[in-house]
């Protein structure tokens, strides 16, 4: 019973503590105010997670391992090139949305703490791209693709991908837009990065 409790409580705080970073971002949320969304008291709080980092890191964990099986099953399947890259593409952006604190506190806790990045690194469902590596060498070998190395290939799906999120104050100041605009601009990105990379790289048959 207690331990059921347990798994309530704790699972109360992650969805309360995501709520609260969403809402605030890891800089500005408060250990109180994630307790009282969580309906308990402070103590109670630091009882689960001794520190904001620790909380933080949970719910990202959470998050994160929901989104990386998905990554690994499209980059890992039998799909062409460009399906693995629609799939990825609106998988990732429609996650991200529902989850905007994910790409800055990948990049802070790179820069913070890169021990943290190895531990996810070594889940079992972190995604790999050998697979994908070697449909891009075949692909460019027909003569399918223009001449590509895979790990290029890929970082400019994930730059194209994870910017826009990173960089949202900086694009809407430069683009000129709302939140509101500024995330129909993201829906629309589902399908326009996929669009932009694959004409980039297929060759007119």
């Known amino acids: 019973m207690n331990k059921a409790k347990n798994t309530t409580t704790e699972s109360e705080i992650l969805n309360a503590a995501k709520r609260i970073f969403q809402r605030k971002g ?3 949320a408060r250990m109180q105010e994630i307790a009282d969304e969580a309906g308990i008291n402070k103590a109670m709080l630091h ?24 990554l690994n099953d499209i980059l890992n399947s039998d799909d062409s090139i460009c ?8 998988n990732y952006i429609s996650f991200v949305i529902k989850h ?22 070594s889940e079992r469902h972190f995604p790999t791209i050998e697979k994908f590596k070697k449909q891009v060498a075949i692909k ?14 890929f970082i400019n799906i994930m730059a194209l991908n994870i910017f826009p999120f990173i960089g949202a104050p900086l694009l809407k100041g430069f683009i000129n837009v709302n939140d509101k605009t ?8 589902k399908t326009e990065v996929a669009s932009f990379i694959i004409n980039a790289i297929k060759i007119e048959q």
């Open 100 to 121: 905007p604190y994910l790409p800055n506190f990948i990049i802070q806790e790179l820069n913070r703490n890169p021990e943290f990045i190895k531990d996810l690194m």
């Open 26 to 28: 890891m800089v500005g």
């Open 83 to 90: 399906d693995k890259i629609k799939s990825f593409t609106h």
């Open 47 to 70: 009882y689960y997670y001794r520190s904001k980092q620790l909380l933080f890191e949970a719910v990202f964990k959470k998050a994160f391992l929901l989104l990386a099986p998905q």
């Open 182 to 189: 500024y995330k129909q601009l993201l829906e629309e990105r």
């Open 140 to 153: 460019v070998a027909e003569g399918i693709i223009r001449p590509i190395k895979a790990e290029q290939l």
